[in-house]
C-alpha cells in the first residue's frame, strides 16, 4: 500500500499536532470518500462523515472550516496519490521490452481501475467543478492533462511500432477518449453513455480495441474476437 500524503502537504487543513490527530484527518476524509459512493456532495452532512468515521463534530471543524474545505482536502489527497501513481505506471524504464498492444491494454485496465475505485468522489468532483468553481480548488483538469501528456509520451517513445501518421498526437487523443469514455461510462451511467450495455470485461476489451486501432497498432496475435451481432441493451457495466 502507497503511503497517504502527510496532511502538512494537503490544502485546506490545519495541522494536526500530533500522530493521533493524523490518523483522525484521515479517518474522516477515508469516511467522507466512501460516503461519496452513495450520496451527492450537495446531500452530504457534516453529521453523516463524522458518525462513519466514528469521531466529533469538534474533531471535524478543529480541521476543516467548513465542508467544502473537506472536499478540497479530499481532492488533494487524490491528486497526489494519483500523481505519483499515473508517474509510476507510465515509466519507460518499466515497460521496457514489453509489446505496445499490451502496453496500451494495461493503461486501459489502469485508468478504468483508477475511476471504479473513486468513483463516487471524482463524480462529485466533475459536478463540483461545472456547478461552482472553488479558488480552493487547483484548476480540476490539471491532473488529466498531465497525465494525457504522460501517456502520449510513453507511447510515442515506441512511434516505431505506430503506424498513424502523427504518432505523438495519436497516442495523446486516444488516451483522451479512454478517459473521456470511463469518466461518462463509469462516473455517470445513467447518462447517454447506458445506452450501450457492456459489462466491466467488455467495457476494457473493447477500449483497448479502439485505442489499438485508432494509433494503427496490431492487436497480438490470438486476441480473442468479439461477436459483432452482440445485443448492444440489456447488461450495465
Given at each position: ?15 494536526p499536532r500530533q500522530k493521533r490527530s493524523e490518523r483522525t484527518l484521515h479517518r474522516l476524509l477515508d469516511a467522507a470518500e466512501r460516503l461519496l459512493d452513495r450520496k451527492t456532495f450537495d446531500e452530504l452532512t457534516v453529521q453523516d462523515v463524522v458518525k462513519a468515521a466514528k469521531s ?182
Open positions: 500500500m502507497k503511503p497517504r500524503p502527510s496532511s502538512s502537504r494537503i490544502r485546506w487543513v490545519r495541522p466529533s463534530v469538534g474533531s471535524f471543524y478543529a480541521r476543516f472550516a467548513d465542508k467544502e474545505a473537506l472536499l478540497a482536502a479530499l481532492y488533494d489527497r487524490h491528486q497526489e496519490e494519483a500523481g505519483a501513481t499515473v508517474s509510476a505506471a507510465v515509466d519507460r524504464e518499466r515497460w521496457r521490452g514489453t509489446p505496445l498492444p499490451e502496453i496500451v491494454r494495461e493503461i486501459v485496465r489502469f485508468t478504468l481501475r483508477l475511476y471504479r475505485s473513486h468513483r463516487g468522489l471524482l463524480r462529485a468532483l466533475v459536478l463540483r467543478g461545472h456547478a461552482r468553481p472553488d479558488p480552493r480548488y487547483r484548476d480540476p483538469k490539471q491532473r488529466s492533462r498531465t497525465a494525457i501528456a504522460e501517456v502520449g509520451a510513453l507511447l510515442a517513445s515506441r512511434s516505431e511500432e505506430i503506424g498513424h501518421p502523427d504518432p505523438k498526437l495519436a497516442a495523446s487523443l486516444g488516451y483522451l477518449s479512454v478517459l473521456a469514455t470511463a469518466r461518462e461510462k463509469l462516473l455517470f451511467g445513467d447518462s447517454t453513455a447506458s445506452a450501450v450495455a457492456v459489462s466491466d470485461h467488455e467495457l476494457e476489451e473493447e477500449l483497448t480495441r479502439a485505442y489499438l486501432a485508432y494509433l494503427h497498432v496490431k492487436p497480438p496475435r490470438g486476441a480473442a474476437r468479439k461477436n459483432p451481432t452482440r445485443r448492444a441493451h440489456g447488461r450495465n457495466a
